[in-house]
């Protein structure tokens, strides 16, 4: 298994522009979570779904961010518009008895 | 999910058994007790978890104590490779509609020194 897979790996933007990040979980796991790591505010949870049901989107830091997964192999997390306060790295993790992570994108809002 | 309380940095001799601690005095009968690492500019990686027996795997050892409110996380004999951030986290298992989410404190540092 090619393990989780996040792209794109680097974006830079410029603020106010939409960014969206996409992730493919591992085959057979049923829960899915995007993180946020910062220097400042560590790993950070936003969102996670079970069977494609969002489940706790309590971390989604304000209304310009926004998280689907229309089935189990695909998920996208949307940021509209994008401020430089999300420059972030970006984790989405897919878990069946233990989360395993992707390598994360690299986000870059100007 | 229950807190933890872990040290923040450690050093150890490479070659030797590194033992992280973390203590989690208020952990539920249905938690169990994780453990991650996250190696610089990596995502964070899964090592190991347990309720209550001891487990062991190709990567570490978690000794957990009877009252399961403190365990430990043993790394055999330490590589520079196993200089990481460890992670330790109490969840509950994964059933369909239990809050089951992995909520990351700040970790312990852990250096492998030559």
């Known amino acids: 298994d090619a393990g989780v897979i996040q792209s794109p790996r680097h974006e830079v933007t410029e603020m106010g522009q939409e960014v969206t990040l996409r992730c493919k979980p591992i085959s057979g796991h049923n829960s899915l979570f995007w993180y946020r790591q910062t220097m400042m505010r560590g790993l950070e949870l936003l969102i996670y779904?079970?069977?494609?049901?969002?489940?706790?989107d309590s971390g989604m830091p304000e209304d310009r961010f926004s998280a689907k997964m229309p089935n189990a192999s695909f998920s996208t997390l949307k940021i509209q518009p994008s401020e430089p306060r999300d420059s972030a790295v970006y984790f989405c993790?897919?878990?069946?008895?233990?989360?395993?992570f992707g390598p994360g994108t690299r986000l870059t809002v100007l | 999910d229950a807190k933890t309380t872990q040290p923040t940095s450690m050093d150890c001799a490479e070659g030797r058994a590194a033992n992280l601690p973390c203590n989690h005095s208020t952990i539920s009968g249905n938690e169990y007790v994780y453990w991650y690492r996250q190696i610089h500019s990596q995502g964070p990686q899964y090592i190991i978890h347990?309720?209550?027996n001891n487990e062991t795997n190709e990567m570490a050892s978690l000794i957990i104590t009877e009252d399961r409110k403190s365990s430990t996380l043993i790394l055999p004999h330490a590589t520079l490779r196993d200089t990481a951030v460890y992670y330790c986290?109490?969840?509950?298992?994964?059933?369909?509609?239990?809050?089951?989410?992995?909520?990351f404190g700040k970790g312990t540092l852990l250096t492998v020194n030559p």
């Open positions: 779904f079970n069977n494609n049901v969002p489940i706790d």
């Open positions: 993790a897919s878990s069946f008895r233990g989360g395993f």
């Open positions: 347990g309720l209550k």
């Open positions: 986290i109490v969840r509950v298992a994964e059933s369909g509609g239990s809050n089951y989410k992995l909520t």
